[in-house]
């Protein structure tokens, strides 16, 4: 059946959702020899991935996924994992750089979201880069990742913010690990941490790498249940609300989809030079968030005030951007931001060691 599937692909052909559960289900299995998941997985980057594709290969994914079961409804902040392998590693000039060469925006913009009320399950891996991994960057400001499944369930219902450490949740990816790396392309697996989060948040921001997929994830977002959501990709950022251009936006609300154009200068910030927003490796970036978070002004607070704001709208916290980025800012100047991370901190810390990270 899997070289069935790496021969439609390969011809231009696409998958039913119903064919890709299977596939995938295969592969998490360990059914799949590591060549035809590299050669699967290619072929699919070829001819594109499909909304019926990715739906497909996210509720595989979901139904080996430990859940999170809370009360209270949640907003999960993810982005493409575009920091895994070495196509996005490398920017374009091959010059070593990180892809997006910025510092940790949605790990920063967790916190504010949190701080403002919101229950926030923060899905994140390790960085092949170890730049730009939010894993990475949230054990330099301190917090203890190796804590069980309880533990990061409270983390959430107590706290308002959980890290959800990929290995701990989705164990099966260990099956295509080693083909990924291999290949080192950006593939489908890429997109589909975001939406296999544990914690099944109806709201989401989501971030993406490429504008031509904002539209597309909007899609398979509202097919896998998602009640409202924003993708992003901006200029600059990539796979954030930009503060350096403009963005483009897919919304998904009350089953429809709309796409468009927002910029910095409509929302009342100053449009910033990329280098104003740049990061640096783990640590550099885990001093700029807690800069930003102890109320250090200035464009790199300002991006994540903008990213803030779209998770409060996407969870009907605010009807608009602009009454979100007032709350964000609020957020932020009141303490209650740093405050969230230092609990996370104290709480974490207090936790029995569970799982430990590979090298």
């Known amino acids: 059946m899997i070289n069935q599937a790496i021969t439609q692909v390969a011809n231009g052909n ?7 559960i299977d596939v ?5 299995n360990g059914m799949a020899e590591p060549a035809q998941v590299g050669a699967f997985i290619t072929a699919l980057r070829i001819k594109g991935e499909t909304v019926e594709e990715i739906t497909g290969a996210a509720k595989a994914m979901q139904a080996r996924t430990k859940k999170i079961e809370l009360d209270e409804p949640l907003v999960n902040i ?10 996005t590693i490398l920017d374009t000039h091959g010059n070593g750089a990180n892809g997006t060469q910025t510092f940790n925006i949605s790990t920063a913009t967790a916190f504010v979201a949190a701080a403002a009320g919101l229950k926030v399950a923060k899905y994140g891996n390790w960085a092949l880069s170890r730049q730009c991994g939010s ?10 990742l190796d804590i069980n499944f309880a533990d990061v369930e409270k983390c959430i219902q107590d706290i308002g913010i959980g890290f959800l450490y990929a290995p701990l949740f989705h164990g099966a990816m260990k099956a295509v690990a080693a083909p990924r790396q291999q290949i080192g392309l950006r593939s489908i697996f890429n997109l589909l941490g975001p939406l296999a989060n544990p914690a099944g948040a109806t709201a989401q921001v989501l971030g ?17 249940g998602t009640r409202q959501a924003f993708v992003v990709c901006g200029e600059k950022t990539i796979d954030e609300i930009s503060i350096c251009g403009p963005t483009r ?9 709309k796409t468009f154009e927002m910029t910095p200068e409509a929302y009342g910030f100053k449009r910033s030079a990329p280098e104003a927003i740049k990061g640096g490796d ?38 608009d951007f ?3 980025i007032q709350r964000a800012r609020e957020a932020v100047d009141s303490g209650r931001a740093a405050e969230k991370l230092d609990f996370l901190i104290d709480f974490t810390r207090q936790c029995d060691v569970f799982v430990r990270r590979v090298m």
């Open 249 to 257: 936006v897919s919304q998904l609300k009350d089953g429809a989809i």
């Open 24 to 28: 995938m289900e295969m592969f998490l």
């Open 78 to 87: 993810d982005r493409d994992e575009i920091n895994v392998e070495e196509e």
């Open 322 to 324: 602009k009454e979100g």
């Open 14 to 20: 696409n998958l039913s959702e119903k064919d890709m």
């Open 208 to 224: 993406v790498y490429d504008a031509h997929q904002t539209e597309k994830m909007a899609k398979v977002l509202q097919k896998l």
């Open 282 to 319: 783990a640590r550099e970036n885990a001093v700029i968030i807690r800069k930003i978070l102890d109320g250090q002004k200035g464009p790199q607070r300002d991006v994540v005030l903008l990213n803030a704001a779209a998770a409060f709208v996407s969870a009907d916290l605010d009807s």
């Open 135 to 144: 894993a990475d960057v949230l054990i330099s400001l301190g917090v203890n």
